[in-house]
């Protein structure tokens, strides 16, 4: 049931064995890291998941190419479009491309220019929109009525979740079986797509999610037992701030008992120059959120074996020489 009351279809982890099948030889299965450094300074067994090294640069692409894929085929050749001006947006253009379709993405006029540029390299249709004035998901669902496109959100959507799961599947394959398994949540479809992994492939293992700790409605919402909207937070971590979680990962979270912890942009400069540093990766600021909690304290990892999803690697250089400073 969703917070209106509404009966929703929730992915399980069948739904993330199908995801895997269609994303096999087109997603990069990413490689999975460790560090002496790490090991030491956390006394825990840490296993990166390096989505930073994912297609478009982000888990991102697994769920919109799984979402795309689900379509019927009348569906897929009318095409998508999406709301979302993030990893999300170049994950769908780049997912629609590969299967000749096209995505139309609802964008801020102010947004950066490397964003719009990256979505439009990868063939994405942008429809631009003042976000002062205008209520982009309108938008979105005028254009899906106009040109019947499907409306494929960034994280509240039952195949972009199961499209997520088949990260922490790779990982727990890869890894062995984990005592604790920490990714990044802003809207929870990455997290709740894991979380059915993990109950799948180890079942004693704790799963844990990450916010920014100016934005931490996700911890509200599960404490109080129903979906908590906050303003627009502040953070450096720009893939995980989100006003609320989407209705579908909150009951899948709810429902697995999931945990969370938070991070403060502070701590996400350490771990994204620990990353630079130590393994000689680009990670985003929002992929450090799993990093930089376990080093904070707020997750108990002491002789744990532990998966640390990377979510993101897409900073712009500008930024991260700044960040790097
Ligand atoms: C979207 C995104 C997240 C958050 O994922 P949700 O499914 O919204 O919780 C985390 N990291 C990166 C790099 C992202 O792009």
Known sequence: MTSRGVAIDLPSYADVERAAARLEGVAHRTPVLTSHTADARTGAGLFFKCENLQRAGAFKFRGAYNAVRALVPEQRKRGVVTFSSGNHAQALALACRLQQTTATIVMPKDAPATK??????????????????????????????????AIIPP???HDVIAGQ?????ELLEEAGPLDVLVTPLGGGGL???????ARALAPHCEVWGVEPEAGDDARQSLQKGEIVTIPPPRSIADGAI??????????????????????????????LRFF??????????????????????????QGKRVGIVLSGGNVDTASLAKFLA
């Open 242 to 271: 989100v006003t609320h979680i989407g209705e579908r990962p909150f009951a899948v979270l709810r429902r697995e008992n999931v945990q969370t912890a938070v991070a403060s942009d502070a701590e996400l400069f350490a771990a």
């Open 276 to 301: 630079a540093e130590r393994m000689k990766i680009v990670v985003e600021p929002t992929g450090c959120l799993g990093l930089a909690a376990v080093l904070n304290g707020s997750i108990p990892v």
């Open 155 to 157: 994280f509240d959507h």
């Open 116 to 149: 719009v540029q990256a979505t439009m390299g990868y063939g994405g249709e942008i429809v631009f929109y003042d976000r002062y004035t205008e209520d982009r998901e309108a938008i979105a669902c005028d254009l899906a009525t106009r040109r019947g496109l």
């Open 165 to 169: 799961g088949t990260a922490a599947k």
């Open 191 to 197: 997290l709740s797509g894991s979380v059915l992994s």
